[in-house]
């Protein structure tokens, strides 16, 4: 089985994939973690491809 492990979250391929098709089950808490992961890179890179978009910084 593929999954992803990232800070404690399990999620497998499979799964993810049904979900982003809405056709799999309601989503359990890591499912909901590593779709807020992927939500936020994919932010992240547009934020970087764009000339108005947020600079990478060390802010607080």
């Known amino acids: 089985m593929i999954s992803s492990q990232i800070e404690g979250t399990q999620a497998a391929l ?12 309601a989503p359990n808490a890591d499912m909901e973690a590593v779709t807020n992961y992927l939500d936020t890179l994919a932010y992240a890179r547009d934020q ?11 802010r607080s």
């Open 14 to 25: 499979v799964d993810l994939l049904a979900f982003e098709a809405e056709e799999g089950p």
């Open 48 to 58: 970087l491809a764009s000339k108005q978009g947020l600079p990478i910084s060390m």
